[in-house]
């Protein structure tokens, strides 16, 4: 950046004397927040691995006081301190995507729906087609297509799609949560809130 300018949005350089003072300060604050949230990024990332790393050890250990070896980084756990008053969670969550055989799925249950709805209410068809409707993003929900499986439909071509939609399910990666709670004076656990807009 030359010395005496100031960039703006648009990628111009600007003369600083020509930004207003206004737009100066308002500058100055919004990096002052960013630079202190960026620090905090990186102090609640260090207390995650932190967590993570406590909890897995403390499992490792216990399992082995039984003769067991821990399995691995899978699986959610639950521990509560000696007086149960706090609770540490640790849940993993796969983050799951269907490949394209969940579109041959859908066509096999289109042709279902189609031979079932005939003379019937069109809104039989409305609702299989919600499952399938897309985000703003383009994804489809994919806890309302695996819902689908639990309905108990005793048709062959329809089992044949259940079938498929289940093969067409993948896990292409999995997320680490973990959460914090105290008990309150009626028993009920509270999260301890690590969210900015939970505070």
């Not at 250990?61 to 067991?68: C, R």
């Not at 003379?119 to 399938?132: D, E, P, S, Y």
């Amino acid at each position: 950046m030359p010395a005496g300018y100031w960039e703006d949005g648009n990628g111009n350089l600007i003369p600083a004397d020509k930004v207003k003072p206004v737009d100066k300060a308002r500058d100055k604050t919004v990096r002052k927040l960013i630079k202190a949230a960026r620090e905090l990024e990186v102090t609640l990332g260090q207390f995650k691995l932190l967590a993570m790393g406590e909890v897995e050890d403390f499992v490792t250990a216990s399992a082995a006081e039984h003769g067991v070896t821990w399995g691995g980084k899978k699986g959610n756990i639950s521990l509560t301190s000696f007086d149960a008053r706090f609770k540490v969670e640790r849940a993993m969550q796969d983050q799951l995507m269907f490949d394209e055989r969940l579109q041959v799925a859908k066509q096999i249950i289109d042709e279902c729906v189609h031979a079932w709805s005939k003379g019937a209410n069109k809104n039989i068809q409305a609702l299989v087609q919600q499952a399938f409707q897309v985000d703003k993003a383009g994804n489809i929900s994919t806890a309302r297509v695996l819902g689908l499986r639990s309905l108990k439909i005793e048709d062959e071509q329809w089992q044949r799609a259940m079938n498929l939609i289940s093969d067409a399910c993948k896990a292409v990666s999995t997320t680490a949560y973990i959460r914090f709670y105290e008990r309150d004076d009626n028993g009920k656990y509270q999260p301890i809130a690590l969210s900015l807009a939970a505070v």
